[in-house]
């Protein structure tokens, strides 16, 4: 994805409709998405949190999703003002409904590797 002088490789990323209504004609997307979801480890770590994160933010993107595999738990910012605000922090077992998507309930068991 470019965002700006930026290319940044979401893990998973989504867009509403009415803002990406079709495929786009390159290979890649300078629309940022609406949430993306980074699954964090030792090599991403920090280029997730420090780089991508403000990137994402300074274009825009409304919420985050960071999955951290090895510790097990799911933290859901939402950009307000400007600035990501934690929404909320769960893991291991925990069924959750997490913005952009409460309308579902997501059980986290599955996510986790046994």
């Known amino acids: 994805m470019r965002l700006g002088d930026h290319t940044v490789v979401p893990d998973l990323a989504a867009w509403k409709k009415e803002r990406l209504p079709g495929p786009p004609e390159t290979n890649w997307i300078c629309v940022p998405p609406g949430w993306v ?3 964090l480890s030792q090599s991403t770590i920090r280029l ?5 994160m403000p990137i994402y933010a300074r274009f825009g993107v409304s919420f985050i999703w ?5 510790a097990r738990t799911l933290e859901v910012f939402r950009l307000e ?8 922090t769960a893991g ?3 069924k959750v409904r997490a913005e952009p998507f409460q ?4 059980d986290l068991s599955n996510l986790w590797w046994d």
């Not at 960071?66 to 090895?70: A, C, G, K």
């Not at 600035?83 to 909320?88: A, D, E, F, I, N």
């Open 37 to 39: 979801c980074e699954v």
């Open 48 to 52: 997730d949190r420090l780089k991508k």
């Open 66 to 70: 960071l999955v951290d595999p090895v």
């Open 81 to 88: 003002s400007g600035h990501w605000l934690l929404t909320m």
């Open 92 to 94: 291991e077992d925990q």
């Open 103 to 106: 309308e579902i309930e997501i």
